[in-house]
Nanobody, 122 residues
Framework: VQLQASGGGLVQAGGSLRLSCAASGRTFSTYGMGWFRQAPGSEREFVASISASGGRTYYADSVKGRFTISRDNAKNTVYLQMNSLEPEDTAVYYC????????????????WGQGTLVTVSS
């Protein structure tokens, strides 16, 4: 599966952005999906994940209550709604896909998108 992330940009602290990740192929609904991010000089870290059906989600503590992951299997797209953004959320955001159940580590994902930059100004 090929993934294309979009929706990043520059936003002020307290603002919102919605990221999208469009997937190719006819088996999108069988993949668990995740969002990760990588700030300059830091390792890539888990943000959120969603099961293939969309029935289960999981979030990093740092974004819980502010970010929401969702998916539309009819459109082969997963979303990350980000509210109450903070400067610490500044990073390149990556979407990823995996065969199997929900997961939270980079090594568990088989496919990666190219990343979209989110910059939050104070």
């Amino acid at each position: 599966v090929q993934l294309q992330a979009s929706g990043g940009g520059l936003v002020q602290a307290g603002g919102s952005l919605r990221l999208s990740c469009a997937a190719s192929g006819r088996t999108f609904s069988t993949y668990g999906m995740g969002w990760f991010r990588q700030a300059p000089g830091s390792e890539r870290e888990f943000v959120a994940s969603i099961s293939a059906s969309g029935g289960r989600t999981y979030y990093a503590d740092s974004v819980k209550g502010r970010f929401t992951i969702s998916r539309d299997n009819a459109k082969n797209t997963v979303y990350l709604q980000m509210n109450s953004l903070e400067p610490e959320d500044t990073a390149v955001y990556y979407c990823a896909a995996r065969r199997g159940t929900i997961a939270t580590t980079t090594g568990e994902y088989n496919f990666w998108g190219q990343g979209t930059l989110v910059t939050v100004s104070s």
